[in-house]
């Protein structure tokens, strides 16, 4: 089991795809505290915990202080993971993350950054996060970078990744940016598309030199195929129950807030009663997807990217139907022209 904790809803940052309001909310030490507790108490002896905010490394202490605490539960192995925006990074964190089983994902728009990723005076932070990420990748080789793509920079995706795996990144994942009114449109989606071909190939390029080069999106919609498992399991609520910052517990991060989703606290415990009740809920297959032949490799169970598109936790919305297509067709084509150049090393790299 893992549980997010959502230690601040403020930011250094101001990227202009935020769905966060950057209230002044901060998670307290008694409630983290509670928080791992109650994991240890009904977690199993192995179990996650993640740090999220907002920008998490704003309560870095707080996160010192969880992860000290864990260690009274001898016979648990804790894993930690975060995403943030890495401008706090410093040899200090880098190296308690090495000694403490902790990854950490940055989030780096590569170029796009000039576009998006603003401080609260408009400045852009490119060169910060360039500096960061080399930082990180000198501790965490592996690290995932999570590059955001909003309509106004689509036609830069494909510069952004590869310049990311050309600055040291092994692993890029690429999202678009979800909010309802981010305005994605057939032009926007087609130019995405485009980019996306652009990425294959250099992925491609990447592989016939011998150079392993992940691109999340594609790697994971093969290896579905390959190891003939779904993508994406949700189990809303049950794999990793959301902690708001004042210790209310909710579903997944969408839910946070909205009290009909509410499934208990940190101080009195999950109400295992409503958690099924909406758990059950989540497991019908939006009606517009049956018969899909794409149904095992697309992520239209996320209850939670559902419910922030639809309003509803079984409906999947155009956008999102429309990105894993584009996402799944450009994988495909890229498994295929890998496993014609080199059957045996596009084997051992999807096993
Ligand atoms: S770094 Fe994350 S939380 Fe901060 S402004 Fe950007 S998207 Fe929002
Ligand atoms: S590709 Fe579209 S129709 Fe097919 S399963 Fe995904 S969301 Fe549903």
């Known amino acids: 089991m893992n549980i997010s904790l959502i230690l601040t809803k403020q930011c250094n940052l101001r990227c202009r795809y935020c769905f966060e309001m950057h209230e002044d909310h901060r998670m307290t030490h008694e409630t983290a505290l509670a928080a791992i507790d109650l994991l ?3 977690g199993d002896r192995q179990c996650g915990v993640s740090f999220f905010g907002g920008e998490p490394l704003l309560q870095k202490e ?7 605490y864990a260690r009274q539960f001898p016979d648990i192995r804790f ?3 975060m995403t943030t925006n890495g401008l706090l990074l410093d040899e200090e964190f880098l190296t308690f993350a090495r000694d403490n089983n902790f990854l950490i994902a940055l989030s780096h728009d590569g170029c796009m950054s000039r576009v998006n ?3 609260a005076d408009g400045r852009n932070c490119l060169a910060a996060l360039d500096e960061k990420l080399s930082l990180l990748l000198s501790y965490q080789p592996h690290a995932f970078v999570m590059v955001t793509v909003a309509p106004n920079t689509a036609h830069l995706a494909s510069e952004s990744v590869i310049g990311l795996f050309r600055q040291g990144a092994g692993r890029v994942n690429l999202a678009p940016d979800e909010r309802p009114c981010a305005g994605w449109d057939g032009d926007a989606m087609e130019t995405l598309s485009e980019q996306l071909g652009r990425i294959a190939d250099y992925v491609y390029s990447e592989f016939l030199a011998g150079r392993d080069v992940f691109f999340n999106n594609f790697e994971e919609k093969i290896v579905a195929v390959v ?3 779904p993508c994406h399991v949700c189990r809303l609520g049950k794999r990793k129950p959301y902690v708001d910052w004042d210790g209310s ?3 997944c991060i969408q839910f946070g807030g909205v009290a009909d989703y509410r499934i208990g ?3 009195q415990g999950i109400d295992k009663a409503r958690q099924e009740e909406i ?3 989540s497991l019908a297959k939006p009606a517009f997807c049956q018969g899909c032949a794409f149904e095992t490799r697309c992520v239209n169970d996320c209850a939670c990217l559902n419910y922030q598109h639809c309003g509803q936790m079984n409906e999947v919305s155009p956008m999102q139907c429309a990105w894993q297509r584009t996402v799944i067709r450009h994988a495909d084509k890229l498994a295929r022209r890998m496993i014609e150049a080199d059957p045996q090393c596009a084997a051992k790299r999807f096993s």
């Open 40 to 42: 240890a108490h009904i």
């Open 227 to 229: 190891k003939n498992r």
């Open 265 to 267: 606290d940190v101080f």
């Open 117 to 119: 990723r603003v401080y």
């Open 79 to 81: 894993r930690y993971n």
């Open 62 to 68: 707080l996160i010192y202080e969880c992860v000290a």
């Open 279 to 281: 758990y059950a809920g």
């Open 249 to 251: 517990i909710y579903p």
